[in-house]
């Protein structure tokens, strides 16, 4: 079983940056690949990037590419998130997710294990 906690989230003026943690426990997280999700008010879950087991593929949505970076480092059992360049647009509740080796995806569909999420707001 895996526990997925994030955070780092907060309350940030546009044009800011965070970086969103997500931290591992009961297993290590080298066979995952994992996945960074968000939801917004009234919207429904959206993926913004994942990053493959080994670090090797990377994806982004066409909204935050250049402007968020994914990373992990297995020995910390944690994966990143560089947020930067915020947007009013980007405040939502962001969730981490993990599947064992099934490749990295913008979809919820694969991932089994799932976050309680940290919120991510934008406001002047």
């Known amino acids: 079983q895996v526990q997925l906690v994030e955070s780092g989230g907060y309350l940030v003026q546009p044009g800011g940056s965070l970086r969103l943690s997500c931290v591992a426990s009961g297993t290590t997280l080298d066979p995952y690949d994992i996945g960074w999700f968000r939801q917004a008010p009234g919207k429904e879950r959206e993926g913004v990037s994942c990053?493959?087991?080994?670090?090797?593929?990377?994806l982004y949505a066409d909204s935050v590419k250049g402007r968020f970076t994914i990373s992990r480092d297995n020995a910390r059992n944690t994966v990143y998130l560089q947020v930067n360049s915020l947007r009013p647009e980007d405040t939502a509740v962001y969730y981490c997710?993990?599947?064992?080796?099934?490749?990295?995806?913008?979809?919820?569909?694969?991932?089994?294990?799932w976050g309680k999420g940290t919120q991510v707001t934008v406001s002047s």
């Open positions: 990053i493959s087991r080994t670090g090797s593929r990377l």
């Open positions: 997710a993990a599947v064992r080796a099934f490749g990295c995806s913008l979809s919820e569909r694969p991932y089994t294990y």
